[in-house]
């Protein structure tokens, strides 16, 4: 959560959806938009970021865990809402935690990105 002097209090949020259940993020995104405009009674605004040819990068696809350019690209993307310069009043708020390592499941046949846990 940050406050800018042009925009106020506001959040980024980056969702991650099941690529074997959504081949899109446009649904979800419009139907969480339409949930924060009736929570806000109006006076909230949200944004789909939709790939841009002048963004560096491009994270509104799925994305496999093996693919480093597009794990990478997706850090890039984090790290540029996360800039702590553009928080004028500091962090007010900081949610993010990465969950404890759970044996469940078969084994990866690719091995995980390096630093993966760097992302949060």
């Not at 949930?35 to 009674?41: D, G, K, L, P």
């Not at 789909?48 to 509104?60: A, G």
Request: with cysteine.
């Amino acid at each position: 959560m940050e406050y800018t002097e042009r925009k106020g209090l506001h959040i980024h949020f980056v969702g991650y959806l099941n690529g074997q259940s959504h081949r899109s993020s446009y649904l979800v995104s419009r139907l969480m938009g339409d949930i924060w405009r009736r929570v806000t009674e109006g006076n909230g605004y949200y944004h789909w970021c939709r790939f841009n040819k002048n963004y560096p990068v491009n994270i509104n696809h799925v994305i496999h865990y093996s693919d480093h350019k597009a794990v990478n690209d997706l850090r890039y993307a984090i790290s540029y809402l996360a800039k702590r310069e553009q928080k004028e009043c500091g962090i007010i708020l900081k949610c993010s935690g990465l969950p404890e390592k759970s044996n469940r499941g078969r084994p990866r046949l690719d091995s995980p990105l390096p630093g993966i846990c760097a992302l949060v």
